[in-house]
Every structure is written in C-alpha cells, then in structure tokens.
C-alpha cells in the first residue's frame, strides 16, 4: 500500500482527489448561497420601491408590509433548504452507487452533522479555499467530471487494488522472516538455558533438597502458628459470647424484678387510696345517690297507667 505524502493530506483528513472533491461542492453550494441571499436581498428592495413610497402609514399597513414580507422570505428560504436537502439526496446518492458497484455498504453517522468541532472545521476549510482560491490565477480549463464505474474504472481499480495486495504481501513475507529469524534465535537461547539448567541441577542436587527440607520445616511451623491462633481467637469469642448470654440473662431477671416491684407498688398504691377519707366520703356520696335514685324510680311506677 503505498503510503501517501503528509503534505498532501487536507484538513478534513481525506486525500488530494477526495479533498478537490469537496472543495468542488463546497463551491458549488457556496454559488447557490450567493443566488438565494441575492433573491432575498430584491425582496426587501423590491417592497422599499413598491410599498415604501408614503412618508407615513399606519399599523395595520406596516403589519400588512411585514406580512407581505415575511411570507416572501419565508417562501424562498423554504424553497432554498428543501433545495439543499435534494441536492444532499442526489450526491449521497452518487456516492452510494458506486459503492454498489463494489458490492460495497456505505454507513453514515447522522450525529457527527451537529458536530460543532467539526462544523468550525469544515469553516476554517473554506475559508483556507477561498482565500487560496483568490491567489490563484485564473484559468479557463474546463474541469473533468466524475467519471462513472465503467468497465476501464473497474479494471484500473482493480489494478490498483491487486498493486497494494502485493505491496502488503511483500510487507508480510519480509516480516514473516524476521520473526523465523526471531524464532530461531529464542529456541537457541532456549537450549543453552535448559543445558545451564541441568548443569546447576546435577552440580547443587543436596543442597537443593536441604533447602526443601527446610522451606517444609519453615511451612509445618507457619501452619501451627496459624492454627495456634486461630484456636486463641475461637475460645476469645467463646468466652464473649458467654459473658453476653449471662449478662443478657441477667438483665432479664433484674427486668422481671423491676415489673413485680412496679405491680406491688401500684397495689400499694390502691389500697392506701381506698383507706384514704375522700375515697370513703365519695363512697358514701355515690351509695346515696343510688338509693335516691330507686326511690324516685318507685315513685314513677305508681303514677304509670296500667294497661
């Protein structure tokens, strides 16, 4: 794949024949913006000739002016982005059946539109244009158009595409050697390893043994120290857990204590009311009310008629 040159990279990231793409519909589309503004422009200057003669009007005139205006300019800039949309559709469409062509799906990221960063890039990119544009001199060529994918496209395409297959090609059998070359080395390092190894092996036999005879010792007296104290904190909480029952059973006991005092006392309580000269006083009081009352109840049974 050949790689391209830096320096021909435009700004929006595509190559040279891609860029000179965009700048044509930027032109193009930048020409139909001047048309519209114009036609905007002779709205108001046709109503500042037509309409603006008197020295004064009334509101309902000058509301009947803006009315007219505003339904012009309304009307034209409708037209103008309806306009836009449709030419948008048809070059999308272009592009979509060359694609097709290729038998080749095309994906677009509406969102990326609203892109604010770059909008302001697409700007700057314009205006690097025009003023690039400006410098140049002025040439009466006549510029080719997008040529279709005929048959001599797709076989110069295919050309390419069989280029930049071989290119990668060479790319990957070159590297494909360099990781035998890479491979081959590590095995050999990997053998003088192994024999080292083994060397060490046969030369320091007892003394490794001595050293796993020690690292067991070292292990069997971790693990009963683990277990040591794995034994001392079960019986602490043991022991916590004892103390708290016993608490918790005393503090039940002292609970029930507390409610039968509480119960006496409220017995206490009572008799010692009830011996009390009021509560005998009221006693009385109640009693005699009581017998006026069955007195008078009497009374009222010998004046009832009988049936």
Known sequence: ???????????????????????????????????????????FQDLKESRLVEETFTIDEVSEVLNGLQAVVHSEVESELINTAYTNVLLLRQLF????????????????LENRE????????????????????????????????????????????ILRLQEENEKLKSRLKTIEIQATSALDEKSKLEKTLQDLQLDQGNQKDFIKAQDLSNL????????????KTLNDKTENQ??????LATAKHDLLRVQEQLHMAE????????????????????????????????????YEPED
């Open 267 to 302: 017995k206490e309580l009572e008799k010692k009311f009830q011996q009390t000269a009021a509560y005998r006083n009221m006693k009385e009081i109640l009693t005699k009310k009581n017998d006026q009352i069955k007195d008078l109840r009497k009374r009222l049974a010998q």
């Open 1 to 43: 794949m050949r790689n391209q040159d830096p320096g021909k990279m435009a700004e929006l990231g595509l190559n040279e024949h891609h860029q000179n793409e965009v700048i044509n519909y930027m032109r193009f589309a930048r020409s139909k913006r001047g048309l519209r503004l114009k036609t905007v422009d002779s709205c």
């Open 220 to 231: 069997e007296n971790t693990v009963a120290a683990l277990k040591s104290e794995f034994q």
């Open 118 to 161: 770059l909008l302001e890039q697409v700007a700057e990119f314009e205006k690097a244009e025009i003023t690039s544009s400006n410098k140049k001199p002025i040439l009466d060529i006549t510029k080719p158009k997008l040529a279709p994918l005929n048959e001599g496209g797709t076989a110069e395409l295919l050309n390419k595409e």
């Open 242 to 247: 004892k103390s708290l029952e016993e608490n």
């Open 97 to 112: 059946a060359q694609a097709e062509k290729w038998y080749l799906k095309l994906q677009t990221d509406i969102s990326e």
